[in-house]
Structures are given as C-alpha cells and as structure tokens.
C-alpha cells in the first residue's frame, strides 16, 4: 500500500498517463493483496472494503487537487 501511496504522490506532483499507468498498476496490486487477505481470513470482509474505498479516495482527492 506503502508503493501505491508513493506512486499518487509521484503522479500529482507530475500528471502524466505514465504516472497514471503506474498508479493503476499498483492499485491493481493492492487491490489484490486486500482481497487474498479477505479470502484467507485474515481481514473481514468489512474491513477489506473499507481499506479499498481509502485508496480510492486518497487517489479521487489528488487528482481533484491536480485539476
């Protein structure tokens, strides 16, 4: 998640569909691992879906501040 949050600052401090690129590919990443915890049983489901809707948010919120 460390990666994800680097790569949104990376890409509000310069908007480029690369930094975009990189942003949705670490997401993906993060996304993943969230959602192989919820399976395994190591996050509630809850839980895993609250942690999802932070990443989009914080992502919404930059490219708000970008514009």
């Given at each position: 998640m460390k990666r994800y949050?680097?790569?949104?600052?990376?890409?509000?401090a310069n908007p480029t569909p690369e930094a975009m690129a990189e942003v949705q590919r670490t997401m993906s990443a993060?996304?993943?691992?969230?959602?192989?915890a919820v399976k395994r049983g190591v996050l509630?489901?809850?839980n895993g879906a609250?942690?999802?809707?932070?990443?989009?948010k914080v992502l919404k919120s930059k490219?708000?501040?970008?514009s």
């Open positions: 949050l680097t790569a949104v600052d990376a890409y509000a993060a996304y993943s691992k969230i959602d192989k509630h489901p809850n609250r942690k999802k809707s932070r990443l989009a490219e708000a501040a970008a």
